[in-house]
């Protein structure tokens, strides 16, 4: 008892500190309200006020947004924060922060149930809790932290029904946990249907966990892929917009290939090496392998700019010899749980790799910290085990320096340089000319913006210069060529304004303003926080 009311103290310590790296700053770290971010503000906003979404659609499952469909879910545990705090950054991100604190305690809880191991479950919620991966993705409007904490859960009651306790109970939870995980985000209807699925299909050839445990794997397996029929919709849609297939690299590489080969390789050995299955398999292959490059994991952090921190990975330095550690120690002693950790690692990727945007991703690859972290924790386990005797207090020492100090780097790195060099990537121009425009729209009749800035609106309503109201009423207007909110005009031309009226103000990314300088007057730019330009702004 002594021994579990130790670990409960280090526990909410643990989770006190998570919540500290998650809430402080919350506002202005990362700096800029991203578009996305943007887009479920106002809907929940939107939400509150009517009870309708920005396009008049009553208490709707899903959120049309600006470019693809979103789970509204996010956007109604706003609401609250929303309520007390108003339309603020703060409050966007603090459902966030606050399931991103709850997933320490649930991963915790995890490893409990698996291993049955306090002290390692311990140094999970430890080294997740400092995970920069982790505090990142809870520190944003991002609906992939949510999905973390249902899978990790949904695994809990996976757990409990295969080896423990089966139960009606377990089965309706480990159902909703499902559909919630592969409900908010889509990368976690490949990664739980493929899990599921081959863990079934090991069980029914292994035959080694018996009748109750087939029975038991063949109920999950129907349930979940009834969860991703449910939920699979939507995915399609956003498959269809970034989906490897649409990438036309790998025809290109086949036309340069076939072209260069053709005088000298017999046709039909042309055919089976310059193909569509062969150059779309290997793409997908180098996509995926990219999610296990350690520059990507330990020094860069992705292709996903608005979440890279400067000169950090996703993980700490010091898990470079953890994690190997790690897993070696899960493959020797932990050979009955090895297959899902195993599975975990190999298939978070592949939603990554099935799209052409942001590769490595750190957001569809997200899952991988799941086996990562507990790899990490195992690592740091077996070092304390093999100095627990001799060295045991110098161990302790040292790694409590090696913690802080890695803790401290990323804290510069992140509440420091981040905000400095990484604006460019957050939408943090367009606060920076609705400023601007807040100040000085009352001196001009109208308003236009050009070259696909339909983002804008958004900021535009969080100064009062857009109703919830009119926005409603123009339903999927930002999908127009063309359209316009009270005084503001927006289109999608490259660089080109449309019917100017006497007396606007013109609004245009930085780059469009040698091609119009000469027909506009220049009244000033709108800049970047590292003084580089983002708009510029004319009159006519």
């Known amino acids: 008892m002594k021994i579990k009311q130790i670990s409960n103290y280090f526990l909410i310590l643990i989770v006190f500190l998570a919540f500290v790296l998650r809430i402080v700053s919350l506002g202005s770290v990362p700096k800029g309200l991203q578009s996305d971010e943007a887009s479920f503000l106002i809907n929940s906003a939107a939400i509150l006020e009517t009870g309708k979404d920005e396009d008049g659609r009553q208490f709707p499952i899903y959120l049309n947004s600006l470019i693809d469909s979103k789970p509204a879910l996010y956007s109604y545990l706003q609401i609250p924060f929303i309520k007390i705090f108003g339309t603020t950054t703060a409050a966007s991100r603090m459902p966030s922060a606050l399931i991103g604190t709850l997933s320490i305690y649930l991963f915790y809880l995890l490893i409990v149930t698996v291993f049955k191991d306090e002290k390692l479950a311990i140094f999970s919620a430890l080294i997740l809790a400092i995970s920069p991966w982790h505090i990142v993705n809870s520190r944003a409007t991002q609906e992939v932290i949510l999905s973390l904490a249902f899978i990790i859960t949904n695994l809990i009651f996976a757990y409990k029904i295969f080896y423990d306790k089966f139960s009606i109970k377990n089965l309706v939870l480990f159902f909703l946990t499902a559909v919630g995980g592969m409900y908010v985000y889509h990368a976690a209807k490949i990664v739980l249907l493929l899990f599921y699925l081959i863990l079934a299909l090991a069980s029914f050839i292994n035959k080694k966990g018996g009748v109750s445990q087939q029975k038991s794997m063949l109920i999950i397996s129907l349930l979940i892929v009834f969860s991703f029929v449910i939920t699979a919709q939507s995915a399609l849609t956003r498959f269809s917009a970034i989906g490897l297939l649409n990438d036309d690299l790998p025809k290109a590489l086949i036309f340069e290939n076939t072209t260069k080969s053709t005088p000298h390789t017999p046709l039909l050995a042309i055919r ?95 899952t991988l910290i799941i086996p990562l972290i507990l790899a990490s924790a195992m690592g740091f386990n077996y070092l304390s085990e093999l100095f627990h005797k001799k060295s045991k207090y110098l161990f302790y020492f040292v790694s409590a320096f090696v913690f802080v100090w890695s803790i401290t780097a990323f804290i510069q790195q992140f509440f420091v340089m981040m905000p400095i060099q990484n604006t460019h990537y957050r939408s943090r121009s367009y606060e920076v000319v609705s400023e601007i425009i807040a100040n000085e729209h009352e001196n001009y009749n109208s308003l236009q913006f050009t070259s696909d800035l339909r983002e804008m609106y958004i900021y535009l309503w969080q100064h009062n210069l857009i109703s919830i109201n009119e926005i409603q009423i123009n339903p999927m207007a930002r999908y127009s060529q063309s359209y316009t909110l009270g005084k503001f005009s927006f289109n999608q031309y490259q660089c080109k304004f449309e019917n100017v009226l006497p007396n606007s103000l013109l609004i245009a990314p930085e780059s469009c303003s040698d091609s119009l300088k000469n027909t506009y007057s220049v009244l000033k730019t709108a800049n970047f926080d590292d003084g580089t330009p983002g708009f510029v702004l004319l009159t006519n």
């Open 272 to 366: 089976a090496f310059y193909n569509k299955p062969v150059m779309y398999f290997k793409y997908f292959l180098e996509t995926y392998l990219a999610h296990f490059d350690l520059n990507y994991l330990f020094t860069i952090g992705g292709a996903t700019r608005r979440f890279i921190v400067p000169q950090y990975g996703l993980f700490h330095m010091f898990e470079l010899l953890l994690i190997p550690l790690g897993l070696f120690t899960l493959i020797k002693k932990h050979t009955k749980e090895l297959l899902p950790w195993i599975l975990l690692v190999l298939i978070s990727p592949i939603p990554a790799a099935l799209t052409t945007e942001e590769i490595p991703s750190s957001i569809r690859a997200f």
